[in-house]
């Protein structure tokens, strides 16, 4: 059809300001995406703008895609799992010594059960231990730390007697936080925004990272829990920009499509899974999806993965961007900081296993 023919019959013809609120798809993807992104290093804007397309299909449609070439080496993360996996082999006891719940800022550690990611569960069936920003060691002119982060100031947790163990998950928070700083710009290009319109907005990365460890799912829970309630991780959506998530060979990952049906996210060796979250769906107003996901692990085997959820700094207010917001497709947020935001849905994850109160 040709545009004046279209404009005709439309009685709101399209503007192109509002391409991303007229591109809305319904979603039933049955295959997630795998992107190259070597050149979100490139300086050439041909280059640069094919792969910011490839990423606009995979946020309007997916929400998930895989990345190829993001140039963490593979002794980095090897170290780091091999770190996870000498933690979580310690006593449940010296585990708790670093209690999430003894922390304000939700550092540390997680036991089995201890999150209800998915609010009508009864817990989640994966360990994990939670740690944020902070200087690795070579940073000389680092800022000061730990930082004012408003609703989330406070410092990391570290386990005692485990040598190397504060070292590779910091090289590793390191460098997955490169790969996320190059593709904040990517996402400005996909939105046809400035690339830098979000530097301002992530200056100190608030970017959580997980080890994650999930023991194998009896196959006699579907006894004990015939409506699946209690899984690996619960049916949710992120709460922040985006999250990089490094998953070994096990498999269990699956993401929901419009119909309700859950695609398996199968690992694919040398990638990282890369899902939006709800800050960024609220920037655009839902026309960048934050797809709901789980994690059932019915193989047998443990599973370990790596998930860094980076959002925009903790005080920045999530405000629709102008061109997904219309007429026809209203904001539909209220508009808060990427503080408050994380943080409430912290505290609703973890409030099932928090220590009784006694007077
Ligand atoms: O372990 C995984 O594969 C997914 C983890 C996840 O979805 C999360 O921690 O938010
Ligand atoms: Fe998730």
Redesign the pocket.
């Known amino acids: 059809m040709d545009p004046a023919s279209s404009s005709l019959s439309s009685p709101s013809p399209p503007n192109p300001q509002l391409l991303f609120a007229m591109n809305r798809t319904e979603s039933t993807f049955e295959e997630i995406p795998v992107i190259d992104i070597k050149d979100a290093w490139s300086t050439d804007p041909d280059a640069r703008r094919k792969l910011a397309d490839l990423i606009r299909d995979a946020c309007v449609n997916v929400g998930f895609f895989y990345i190829q070439s993001h140039g963490i080496p593979g002794e980095v993360i090897e170290r780091t799992v091999n770190a996870a996996k000498r933690y979580f082999a310690l006593p449940e006891r010296t585990k708790m010594e670093l209690d999430i719940h003894k922390t304000s800022n939700f550092k540390g550690y997680t036991p089995l059960l201890g999150e209800n ?1 998915d609010l009508n569960g009864k817990g989640d069936l ?1 360990e994990g231990f939670d740690l944020g920003w902070e200087p690795a060691n070579e940073e000389a002119d680092a800022p000061q730390y730990p930082r004012e982060d408003g609703a989330m100031t406070g410092s990391n947790v570290w386990p005692q007697n485990m040598p190397g163990f504060r070292e590779a998950t910091l090289d590793y928070y390191h460098r997955a936080l490169q790969v996320g700083k190059a593709l904040f710009p990517l996402f400005a290009l996909a939105l046809d925004l400035p690339e830098n319109f979000f530097d301002d907005k992530t200056t100190k990365p608030a970017a959580i990272m ?1 080890l ?1 460890h ?1 023991p194998p799912q009896s196959p006699t829970s579907f006894e004990t829990d015939p409506d699946g309630k209690q899984i ?2 619960g049916a ?1 959506t ?1 709460y922040e920009c985006f ?1 990089l ?1 490094w ?1 070994d060979q096990i498999g ?2 699956q993401v929901q499509n419009s119909e309700g049906k859950w695609i398996d996210a199968v690992p694919i060796p040398g990638t990282i ?1 890369v899902n939006l979250g709800d800050q960024l769906a609220r920037w655009t107003n839902d026309v960048f999806k934050s797809t709901l ?1 789980r ?1 059932i692990n019915k193989t047998g085997a443990e ?1 370990y ?1 790596i ?1 860094l ?1 980076f959002g925009t700094d903790y005080e920045v207010l999530l405000e629709p961007i102008p061109t997904c917001v219309s007429p026809e497709w209203p904001s539909k947020y209220e508009v808060i900081t990427a503080g408050d935001y994380v943080k409430s849905r912290l505290a609703a994850t973890y409030a099932h296993s928090l220590p009784i109160e006694t007077e």
């Open positions: 990611t994966h997980r994650l999930y690996g991780i949710h992120d999250t998530l998953q269990g990952l899974v996901h994690v599973r993965s998930p959820f």
